[in-house]
Nanobody, 126 residues
Framework: QVTLVESGGGLVQPGGSLRLSCVAS????????VAWFRQIPGNEREFVAA????????YYDDSVKGRFTISRDNAKNTVYLQMNSLKPEDTAVYYC???????????????????WGQGTQVTVSS
C-alpha cells in the first residue's frame, strides 16, 4: 500500500506559477501510474495530468497542455506538477492519485485509482 501526501498549493496571481509535490511512502512511486486531479466544490474530480510507470509517458488534459508539466524524482519518491501561466479557472483542490495497474483507456478516470492524497488548495486570483 502506498500513502500519498500533497503540498505546494497556495494563492497566486493570474499568470503566476506553483509547483505541487506528491510524496509517496510505503512503496516505490515509479511502480505506479500517478495522476493529478482537481475538484471544485459541487463538481466531479477532473483529470489534469498523469505519468505512467517506469517509462514515464505523460498525459495531459487539453486545458493544461503547454502550461503544466508532470514529472517524477525517483530518489525523492515524489511526483511534481509544475503549473505555469495559471488562470483563475485553475482554482481548485488538487489531488494526487496512484494505481499500480491501469490500462491507457483508464488513466484519465478517477474511479480507477486506489490511492489518494488529502488534497492541496490552489487559488488563482488577483
Amino acid at each position: 500500500q502506498v500513502t500519498l501526501v500533497e503540498s505546494g498549493g497556495g494563492l497566486v496571481q493570474p499568470g503566476g506559477s506553483l509547483r505541487l509535490s506528491c510524496v509517496a511512502s510505503g512503496r516505490t512511486i515509479s511502480d505506479y501510474v500517478v495522476a493529478w486531479f482537481r475538484q471544485i466544490p459541487g463538481n466531479e474530480r477532473e483529470f489534469v495530468a498523469a505519468l505512467k510507470r517506469r517509462g514515464g509517458t505523460t498525459y495531459y488534459d487539453d486545458s493544461v497542455k503547454g502550461r503544466f508539466t508532470i514529472s517524477r524524482d525517483n530518489a525523492k519518491n515524489t511526483v511534481y506538477l509544475q503549473m505555469n501561466s495559471l488562470k483563475p479557472e485553475d482554482t481548485a483542490v488538487y489531488y494526487c492519485a496512484a494505481d499500480q495497474y491501469l490500462i491507457q483507456s483508464s488513466i484519465r478516470q478517477s474511479v480507477h485509482y486506489d490511492y489518494w492524497g488529502q488534497g492541496t488548495q490552489v487559488t488563482v486570483s488577483s
